[in-house]
């Protein structure tokens, strides 16, 4: 795992090259970027003029799906470590009314009780696990009482062969793959788990993508 300094480097300068291509690729055997990014946003309710957080947010992926589905009264901030990643972000159609700050999702700077919803889209299998509940602790303290977090995230799929194919596809098999240790802990404590340390209620998790990914949820 990269510490903030290194990571910030690294996709400030290499990945945000290529990430939008990446994930082209991963979501690839499922439909696509667009359809499976809309399939994970699905099952998650919004009422009009939520405040919503996307921690996290790379190059704005997840936020143009999100804004699909909060409307256009919602009031939406993407926050990412790494500015290299945001300047893509910036430059996406459906983002012009997204406001992007550049931030620590682990300190936010936020005031408490703040967010209806945040989002963390697809990270937190790259943090140790310390990290992971720091995340998890702040974006509950930003959120209002019965406010959600939203966690999308990769996942075990029961079958033998999913679990081969995504091993191969995600490229787990990679011997400098620095994020296979972080999301092999994800996987071993339990995203839910961990959700429900964090101090969430009511949580609940649904499997996407026939496994391969899971949306948890909890709340406030």
């Known amino acids: 795992m990269l510490n903030r300094k290194s990571y910030r480097w690294f996709y400030d300068n290499i990945h945000c090259r290529y990430y939008d291509l990446l994930m082209k690729y991963c979501f690839l055997p499922f439909g696509g970027e667009g359809k499976c990014r809309g399939e994970l946003i699905a099952p998650i309710d919004f009422s009009p003029g939520e405040r919503v957080l996307d921690m996290c947010c790379g190059?704005?992926?997840?936020?143009?799906?999100?804004?699909?589905?909060?409307?256009?009264?919602?009031?939406?901030?993407?926050?990412?470590?790494?500015?290299?990643?945001?300047?893509?972000?910036?430059?996406?159609?459906?983002?012009?009314?997204?406001?992007?700050?550049?931030?620590?999702?682990?300190?936010?700077?936020?005031e408490g009780g703040h967010f209806d919803k945040v989002f963390i889209t697809h990270a937190l299998h790259e943090m140790q696990r310390q990290t992971r509940l720091e995340v998890l602790t702040e974006a509950r303290r930003i959120l209002k009482d019965k406010g959600r977090v939203i966690v999308l995230e990769l996942d075990n799929p029961e079958s033998v062969f999913l679990r081969l194919f995504a091993g191969f596809w995600f490229f787990y098999w990679l011997p400098f793959n620095v994020e296979t240790p972080t999301?092999?802990?994800?996987?071993?404590?339990?995203?839910?788990?961990?959700?429900?340390?964090?101090?969430?209620?009511?949580?609940?998790?649904?499997?996407?993508?026939?496994?391969?990914?899971?949306?948890?949820?909890?709340?406030?």
């Open 183 to 220: 999301r092999r802990d994800m996987l071993k404590h339990g995203l839910v788990n961990e959700v429900r340390e964090a101090g969430f209620q009511k949580v609940r998790k649904i499997s996407k993508l026939r496994g391969v990914c899971q949306v948890v949820e909890g709340e406030k």
């Open 59 to 110: 190059t704005g992926g997840a936020t143009l799906a999100i804004a699909r589905r909060a409307g256009e009264t919602s009031g939406i901030i993407g926050m990412d470590l790494s500015s290299g990643q945001l300047r893509r972000a910036k430059k996406k159609r459906g983002l012009s009314k997204v406001r992007f700050l550049e931030g620590d999702a682990a300190s936010t700077g936020f």
